[in-house]
């Protein structure tokens, strides 16, 4: 019996074994003799099955697993052609000292580093500060770091805080070896530092994770409130819908989403930038591609002009899409009306004297009592949409409208004015 294990992991295993007394010899992984899973050594290895002179489907890899860091050590994984057979221990690769995967200059791994990091279009970073690096003064995460080239890079262009996480521990040790300005941690990406960056790497990873909307959901909130996501990821081109496709790779069966279902689905939370494909490696089944990911601001749509126009048409049509909608020229007239306001400067300064029609009374308010009224519009407006509208001839004021906008913008909130054509 011929074989290796690749990785042990606290969530997986994988390896391959062959025998020539059978085409597919059965697996187990035990700890401590207690059986953790079984299965059948069945997927495809080219590489085994070129250097063996087979089909190459000898490889195997199992999921799910719950282990501790400490426990991973005590793993064995035995193989056997059949029932008939004894257990046979599979052997552990002997670790590299350099290069597993990442590129240096003193260390040529499988992965094109250099290539990728190009692919990764830094420079177009909108949170990037002008005529400086890219990442700049910025502080960055690198989820899935390996041995830390993208953590030395950041650290080339001046990144103020570099913070790599792995869970291979023999990566964190060459990486702190090679980038001791950087902090690096031993953990999943689920356990990540509670604080917030300006950029986060998740790079050529989020394929192994079988909640990958819910992971991206939890990185949003390690996000300072302009950071990126910089993210390089397989994904289905050429399908119109919403929907996911299983990839056999050579670790495994993966499911990889197709571009609808990336954009409108996982990446919901964030406005996503397709900066064009990443560089393709071996053992890559499908291409990767990079998005650059912002949180997704709110957006106020503010529908301004004179009265008789079609802007309460407009709304009309808008709140037919379900956009929630609030008419001003109602908020004013319910001032000098309704004694629920009473407790406004803006219900006084209505109430003063009355006034011949809704834009005169708005002339009045936006002159003495804008900011009042700017309250008003915020305490009642549907502000917790992700997209709203306020429309009414009052927005043509400038203290109105520049009071608004500047409230919205303190609150995370994008401004649109919309007016109708001269």
């Known amino acids: 019996m011929r074989g290796y294990i690749d990785h ?45 002179g087979t089909g190459g489907e000898h490889g195997f890899r199992f999921g799910s697993l719950s282990l501790s860091p400490k426990e991973v050590d005590r793993v064995v994984i035995q193989a056997r052609p059949g029932p008939e057979h004894d257990w046979k221990p599979v052997k552990r690769r002997a ?14 791994g499988g992965s094109k580093s250099t290539e990728k990091l190009k692919a990764l279009a830094l420079p177009q970073l909108k949170n990037r500060h002008s005529g400086a690096a890219p990442l700049q003064g910025l502080s960055v995460l690198d989820i899935g770091c390996n041995e830390g080239f993208f953590c030395g890079e950041a650290l080339k262009q001046g990144a103020r805080r570099v913070v790599g996480i792995d869970m291979n521990n023999g990566f964190l040790d060459r990486a702190r070896k090679r980038f001791p300005e950087a902090e690096f941690r031993h ?15 998740f790079l050529s990873a989020i394929h192994y994770e079988p909640r990958q909307r819910a992971l991206l959901e939890k990185l949003a909130h390690h996000l300072t409130p302009t950071g990126t996501l910089v993210l390089e990821c397989g994904a289905i081109a050429g399908v119109n819908n919403k929907s996911w496709q299983t990839v056999r790779r050579a670790d495994g069966v993966r499911r990889y989403p197709t571009f609808p279902m990336l954009r409108l689905e996982l ?9 064009g494909e990443s560089v393709l490696q071996s ?21 301004s002009g004179h009265s008789n126009i079609g802007k309460s048409m ?10 929630p909608i609030l ?40 002159a003495e009592c804008p900011k009042e009224f700017v309250d008003l519009i915020l305490l009642e407006g549907p502000t917790e949409a992700n997209l709203f509208c306020i429309e009414g001839e009052i927005l043509r004021h400038d203290s109105i409208m520049n009071e ?18 001269p």
């Not at 990446?267 to 930038?273: D, E, H, N, S």
Request: hydrophobic share 40%.
């Open 8 to 52: 042990v992991t606290p969530t997986n295993v994988s390896g391959w074994v062959y025998d020539s007394a059978s085409p597919h010899l059965q697996i187990r992984v035990t700890l401590d003799d207690k059986v953790l899973v079984e299965g059948v050594a069945d997927q495809p290895r080219p590489d085994v099955g070129k250097a063996l």
């Open 404 to 421: 608004l906008v500047r409230r919205l913008r303190e609150q995370g909130i994008q401004p649109w004015s919309v007016t109708s054509a």
């Open 267 to 275: 990446l919901r939370g964030y406005a996503p930038r397709f900066m």
């Open 95 to 108: 670790r590299r000292r350099v290069g597993q995967y990442q590129s240096f200059d003193d260390a040529k």
């Open 283 to 303: 053992g890559d089944p499908i291409r990767r591609y990079v998005f650059h990911c912002q949180l997704r601001s709110p957006t106020a749509l503010l529908v």
């Open 187 to 201: 953990g999943s990406w689920w356990d990540l530092p509670d604080e917030k960056f300006d950029v986060i790497f």
């Open 314 to 323: 407009l709304a009309g049509d808008l709140e037919e899409r379900n956009i």
């Open 327 to 366: 008419q001003t020229d109602k908020l004013l007239g319910n001032l000098v009306k309704d004694k629920r306001y009473e407790w406004s400067p803006a219900f006084r300064v209505a109430n003063r004297k009355a006034a011949p029609n809704l834009g005169a009374l708005g002339r009045t308010v936006a």
